[in-house]
Each structure stands twice: as structure tokens, then as C-alpha cells.
């Protein structure tokens, strides 16, 4: 009996494994954690998108010296690639906005479910339903969004390059 008892505690076994786990969930569970991890992916998402877009600028410029007059065809490109950036990042943003917010309307859902009777495997079914039904609608609106926001952005873009390119003509 005491060889049994001995033989199952090893120092490598699941106790180090558990204990880092522990930690994780420890550090993870921080506020201040989760808005490090929101600050640092928007200044990586914002400072690739800025060197995209910097990209497009100077493309435009080389594109537009050989002759200013020319057919404005770069402007449109240019003012295209920027709308898309814009969006995406409208987009992104709204994403990181809307999915706290879905998670509440779906715990509160799910919870007054439960609470007018619904048995388990009725409110598992409808959990689903309403899960399919929210990231749907979710998903259609920020498309909407962001469409918007690159349509405004594309049409900026392009007047604003249009009169920066004819005002280096004068």
C-alpha cells in the first residue's frame, strides 16, 4: 500500500504543468491584461496599415510625375487602396466593440431562457439558434459599416489626390 501511494507523485508530473496554468489563467483573467493585449494589437494593426498606406502615397507620386496631366487612373487606384484600408480598419474596430457587447445579449438571453423553464436540452438548442441568428446579424452590419466607411474614404481619397496633383501642375 505505501508503494502506491508513493508511485503517483513524480516532480515533472501535471502539478508543474498545472501550476503554469494556474499562473495563465491568473494573469489572463486581469483587466489591465486584456487592454495591454487590445492597446498592442491595435498599435501593430495601426502601424502596419500606416506603412501600407504610406506605400500607396508613394506609389501615387511616382505615378503621377512622369506627367501631371495625365488620365486620372493612379488617383483611382490609390484612392481604392486607401478606402480599403480605412474600411478594414473600421471594420476591425467595430468588431472589437461588438463582441463584449454580443456576449452579454447572449448570456442575458440564454439566462432568461433558463429562468422561464426551458429544459437543458431546449435551451441548448435554442443557445445555438440564437448564436447562429446574433453573429449573423453582427457579421451583416459591420459588412455594412465597413463598406460605408470605404466608400467615403475611396471618394476623399480621390479628390484629394486629384486637387494635391493639380495643384502641383500650377
Known amino acids: 500500500m505505501e508503494q502506491q501511494e508513493q508511485e503517483p507523485t513524480t516532480p515533472t508530473s501535471p502539478t508543474t504543468t498545472s ?9 489572463m483573467s486581469k483587466r489591465r491584461t486584456w487592454v495591454c493585449l487590445f492597446v498592442l494589437v ?8 500606416w506603412n501600407f498606406i504610406e506605400s ?18 493612379p488617383a483611382l487606384y490609390a484612392s481604392v487602396l486607401l478606402g480599403a484600408v480605412c474600411g478594414v480598419l473600421s471594420m476591425v474596430a467595430a468588431l472589437a466593440v461588438a463582441v463584449p457587447a454580443t456576449l452579454v445579449i ?17 435551451l441548448v438548442i435554442e443557445g445555438r439558434k440564437i448564436t447562429r441568428e446574433i453573429v449573423g446579424f ?4 459591420l459588412l455594412k ?15 484629394a489626390l486629384v486637387k ?7
Open 19 to 27: 501550476t503554469s496554468y494556474r499562473l495563465f489563467l491568473r494573469i
Open 138 to 141: 453582427v457579421f451583416k452590419i
Open 42 to 49: 491595435y498599435a501593430v494593426l495601426l502601424s502596419s496599415s
Open 164 to 170: 494635391r496633383n493639380s495643384g502641383d501642375v500650377e
Open 106 to 122: 447572449w448570456i442575458t438571453i440564454v439566462v432568461l431562457l433558463a429562468f422561464f423553464g426551458k429544459p437543458r436540452t431546449a
Open 56 to 73: 500607396i502615397l508613394s506609389w501615387y507620386k511616382l505615378q503621377s510625375k512622369p506627367c501631371p496631366s495625365s488620365s486620372g487612373w
Open 145 to 159: 459599416e465597413g463598406n460605408v466607411v470605404c466608400v467615403v474614404c475611396a471618394v476623399l481619397g480621390y479628390f
